[in-house]
């Protein structure tokens, strides 16, 4: 199949990108970043997928299917940045998926959509409704950009779409939302709580997000890898000190004294868990993790010793 990634430039999409080259596929990237050494087998184009020169590549190429990977979750970027890449950029992909005939749509979105509240269910199942608008309003824009991919489900009959909705990302590469939490010496925890964390290692997300392309699954799916774990054990694991603080002092010294920078309405994660249940995903794919949950932590632990040895 000829796969469009979008995004490409991001670590963890380069994984995908790499697993569709080894399973044959012929591979287009668009990303505004380089990828500086992408492999015999990815076609790169340097545009932003809101531009015209974006549109001229589902024109000339017409690929069978694109991944929808451009879309940012750190936070130190605006919120209207963030507003014009995750939903205005998600709109302008499904736009030229649906005009160039598009076979397979997917789009990889975020778990923690869902939201962190108290009385959640435990294990939350894509019948859920995503809370996250009301808990944790910095992510609305992914809340929108996921509602936005889903309409096609029932807006674009001729395409198939899949809205994936996948738990955190951890390896090697150090990249993503909890790489960046698990960045610095000390770890933040709410005094009192020790919330489940959900994670699975960045190769495992990888091999999922492929094995969805070469499934043709339609529908919304929660992706998922190992047990989850309490955040002590993953601060154990990882190398980090927990540093257990009274949640009205935390907006006051989060990005201080070692500590990550976090928005407001991300406390919440640190009380209650977001866990999702992945057995739809299994059913359509027969996906199965290689990587349990302490292999994936080691392998993020045992690479950020190696970067900070060298100084990196």
């Known amino acids: 199949m000829k796969v469009l990634v979008t995004g490409i430039a991001g670590a963890h999409a380069q994984h995908v990108a790499l697993r569709l080259v080894e399973r044959g596929h012929e591979v287009l990237g668009i990303d505004v970043r380089p990828w500086q050494g992408a492999p015999r087998g990815v076609k790169m184009f340097q545009t932003d997928v809101r531009k015209r020169p974006a549109a001229d590549v589902f024109r000339v190429h017409r690929p069978d299917v694109v991944i929808h990977m451009a879309t940012v979750t750190h936070f130190d970027t605006s919120a209207e940045q963030r507003y014009r890449v995750n939903l205005r950029g998600t709109q302008a992909v499904f736009r030229h998926c649906e005009e160039f005939g598009v ?3 997917v789009f990889v979105g975020r778990h923690t959509i869902y939201g962190a509240a108290a009385d959640a269910p435990l294990y939350r199942t894509e019948d859920e409704p995503p809370l996250a608008v009301s808990t944790f309003p910095e992510l609305a824009d992914l809340v929108a950009a996921d509602l936005y991919a889903s309409r096609a489900l029932w807006s674009c009959k001729s395409m198939r779409t899949a809205v994936l909705r996948c738990v955190y990302a951890l390896g090697p590469s150090g990249r993503g939302t909890l790489a960046s939490f698990l960045a610095g010496p000390r770890v933040p925890m709410a005094l009192g709580f020790d919330p489940l964390f959900h994670v ?33 054990i993953l601060c154990q694991a990882t190398g980090r000190t927990p540093v257990h603080l009274p949640e009205g002092v935390l907006p006051r010294v989060l990005g201080r004294f070692g500590l990550p920078r976090l928005p407001k309405g991300a406390i919440g994660h640190l009380k209650h868990p977001v866990v999702v249940d992945d057995k739809a995903f299994i059913a359509a794919t027969g996906f199965t993790y290689q990587w349990d949950e302490h292999a994936t932590m080691n392998a993020f632990r045992s690479a950020t010793i190696l970067r900070e040895d060298r100084g990196l």
């Open 103 to 105: 076979r397979n749509a």
């Open 200 to 232: 699975m290692h960045e190769a495992d997300t990888a091999a999922a997000i492929v094995a969805a392309v070469e499934h043709e699954i339609a529908g919304v799916f929660n992706v998922a890898g190992p047990p989850p774990v309490p955040l002590s």
